[in-house]
């Protein structure tokens, strides 16, 4: 009898997967502007590295209600304008202005999951087929996977794959980042 190694992660299949925060879904334009307005009505924000360079997407940031919680909404280059691709929550950044506060105290997706909960909570709502890294300091990240070309959502959004991160402190979500690998 011959040994092989055995790739747990080969069998695993994300099906869950978070697509949004208060009705505004990922590479969606009519649900962005539905919740937000025309995208032409929001100003957007694009971080640099010491050098010039773009160190991420261009994104517009909007802001819970109670003034805590962030949410950039990231663009693709060559994306339609308002189809937001990858949506990342966290804290609120006070130095900076938010294009829009919404009405909610929490950025939280269809899910349910928002910043503060416990990794098992967010386990119990999304499966247990992901891999674990290790962030910056003390953060644990979980991370989610979709490269099923055949799955729902990417045949929705016509995008190759899916990726879902999740960082936790002392057990709590402190930040997450969810949406389509650049093509």
């Given amino acids: 009898m011959l040994w092989t190694p055995f790739d747990a992660h080969a069998t695993c299949k994300q099906v869950k997967a978070e697509s949004d925060i208060l009705g505004i879904r990922i590479a969606d334009e009519a649900s962005s502007a539905r919740i937000l307005g025309a995208p032409r009505e929001l100003s957007s924000e694009q971080d640099k590295t010491a ?3 773009d160190a ?3 994104f517009v940031r909007i802001r819970s209600a109670d003034g805590k919680q962030d949410a950039r909404l990231f663009e693709h280059y060559g994306a ?3 189809a937001y691709a990858e949506i990342e929550v966290g804290p609120a950044d006070p130095t900076r202005v938010a294009a829009r506060q919404l009405p909610a105290n ?3 997706t269809e899910r349910g999951v928002r910043l503060g909960m416990p990794r098992a909570e967010l ?3 999304l499966g247990t087929c992901f891999r674990s890294e290790r ?3 003390d953060e644990a990240i979980v991370v989610y996977a979709i490269t099923d070309p055949k799955h729902a959502l990417l045949t929705r959004a ?9 960082a936790f402190k002392n057990d709590r979500l402190a930040w997450f980042r969810f949406g389509f690998e650049y093509p």
């Fill in 51 to 53: 050098n010039g360079a």
């Fill in 56 to 58: 991420d997407f261009p």
């Fill in 80 to 82: 339609v304008v308002g």
């Fill in 106 to 108: 929490e950025l939280s």
């Fill in 123 to 125: 386990v119990r709502l």
């Fill in 135 to 137: 962030g910056k300091g």
């Fill in 158 to 166: 016509g995008m190759p794959s899916y990726f879902a991160r999740y």
